[in-house]
């Protein structure tokens, strides 16, 4: 009788094969994405600017914190306010600065002051960058990142083949007492079985990004452009004409809880109160009121709930695959997933090469090379997964150094 098992490549080889192949690069993303996750942290421990301590009183409306940016730099063309969700932040405003490149203002949402001045190009824009695109410009970097989305799949599928009954292995200790190559090899199925719940909605939200990137992405919400005007804000526009939008905001979509402004950058372009209401699994531009600048018309409003299938599913996608869906639960969380995923591909790497060595030992005449040299041999044909990501690897941290110089 024909077996169909035949015409099945082996699970092992097939999950060694692209496992191994792109384990660098796997290593490289994950590692990154663990500290993206925490990039708000570290630019909190990094930068003094963006601390801020509660003063024991709610915070101050976001029209006090514009005027309190404008007086500190009248020259600037203040685009952005951002409100943290942390209690220990300062609030985040972006300026246009008189040579024409944008930085960030932090203002402290208690007292009003402004904590000082920060390069746009933070430890967030940098990770945020490098995770998604390897700083290559336009669409191509993403591909390059999100096309890894397929190996991916194919790894964790060639997995569960592999390790069936993988549901038994959960509470399965290692077993350190044994030689090294077995504990590791238990170790790296235990971080593998508990990294499921992860892994399901990583590798579905990148092969998402993936799809979006070759232009299949969800349409945009409705700009709500205004006529062309001379200037991009009326001159007496300031703190209590913001505030008096934001009221109409509250009005709009009751219970908005604003999170982000958008001022203009060009003269046919509204105000934007930006923020969470009550859809689920969206980012705070899903629920969104447009005003014209002049008049504080309302030009239009749009809840999460709004949207087509298309765009939530594309809304979801961040904060699934980044963990902010539930706040910093969830994000710690994640973060746990995020360095298993990271030690998982480097145990892999070491298991291989342990493996190698093995039976090497046990045919005669068989030339001894590294552990290095094992691993490289068994990226692909002469070690051609190895260079593509050590590649991609040094091509992002290149480009990255770069764009830190040029900041």
Do not use: C
């Amino acid at each position: 009788m024909f077996d169909i098992r035949l015409r099945i490549p082996s699970w092992h080889r097939l999950h060694s094969f692209l496992g191994l192949g792109a384990s660098l690069f796997f290593a490289f993303m994950f590692l990154t994405g663990t500290l993206l996750v925490f990039a708000p942290e570290l630019d909190w421990l990094r930068y003094s600017e963006v601390r801020a301590s509660p003063q024991g009183s709610a915070k101050l409306s976001l029209g006090t914190i514009y005027d309190a940016a404008a007086r500190a730099r009248p020259d600037w063309d203040i685009v952005t306010l951002v409100r943290s969700e942390g209690a220990w932040f300062a609030d985040q405003v972006t300026g246009v600065r008189p040579e024409g490149r944008d930085a960030f203002l932090w203002v402290n949402p208690y007292t009003g002051q402004v904590n000082g001045e920060t390069s746009s190009f933070t430890i967030h824009a940098a990770l945020l960058r490098l995770h998604e695109a390897l700083f290559i410009p336009g669409r191509l970097g993403k591909l390059v990142v999100t096309v890894f989305a397929i190996p991916l799949t194919a790894t964790v599928i060639a997995g569960l083949f592999l390790y069936r009954r993988f549901w038994t292995g959960f509470f399965r200790w290692p077993r350190f007492s044994s030689r090294s190559r077995a504990w590791l090899s238990d170790l790296h199925r235990l971080i593998a079985v508990w990294s499921l719940v992860f892994f399901v909605p990583l590798v579905v939200t990148s092969l998402w990004y993936m799809v979006e990137t070759v232009g299949l992405n969800a349409p945009a919400t409705p700009a709500n452009r205004t006529v062309a005007r001379d200037q991009l804000l009326p001159p007496d526009f300031n703190g209590a004409r913001l505030d008096a939008a934001s009221a109409i905001a509250a009005a709009t979509l009751p219970g908005l809880e604003v999170r982000k402004v958008i001022l203009p950058r060009r003269p046919a372009q509204p105000i934007v109160f930006q923020g969470d209401h009550t859809a689920v699994l969206v980012r705070p531009r899903a629920n969104a009121v447009y005003f014209h600048p002049e008049s504080l018309e309302v030009l239009g409003a749009h809840r999460g709930e709004d949207l087509s299938l298309h765009q939530r599913i594309a809304e979801a996608a961040d904060p699934i695959h980044f963990g902010t869906w539930g706040g910093l639960p969830t994000r710690i969380l994640w973060g746990l997933f995020g360095v298993g995923l990271t030690a998982l591909a480097v145990i892999g790497i070491i298991i291989h090469a342990k493996r190698v060595g093995i039976m090497q030992q046990k045919i005669a005449g068989a030339s001894a090379r590294s552990g290095f040299a094992r691993v490289w041999r068994g990226m692909g044909p002469w070690g051609l997964g190895g260079w593509l990501s050590v590649g991609l690897v040094v091509t992002g941290l290149a480009l990255l150094t770069r764009n830190f110089l040029g900041a």
